[in-house]
């Protein structure tokens, strides 16, 4: 079952941290970052993104629990 990734563009601050750690998931587009596609497969490094976002803008969920960013 893939993850859903959201990223807060009122949040972003669009330091493309999470572009640079995992391109093929985020794209920087102008000043915020966006999910190049929202459903993704599951992969421990989109969390790291979501936990490393100096805004915290990055959410994740499966089936609608969320995952991340971890405590
Ligand atoms: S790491 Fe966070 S603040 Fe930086 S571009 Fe990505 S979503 Fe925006």
Redesign the pocket.
Known sequence: MSWHVE?DER?????????GLMPEV?V?DGA??HPVTPEVEPDETVLD?AD???????LVTDGGREIGPRP
């Open positions: 990223i949040t972003c601050i669009g330091s493309g941290m999470c572009a985020f920087l915020v970052a993104a490393s976002c100096p805004a915290m803008a990055i």
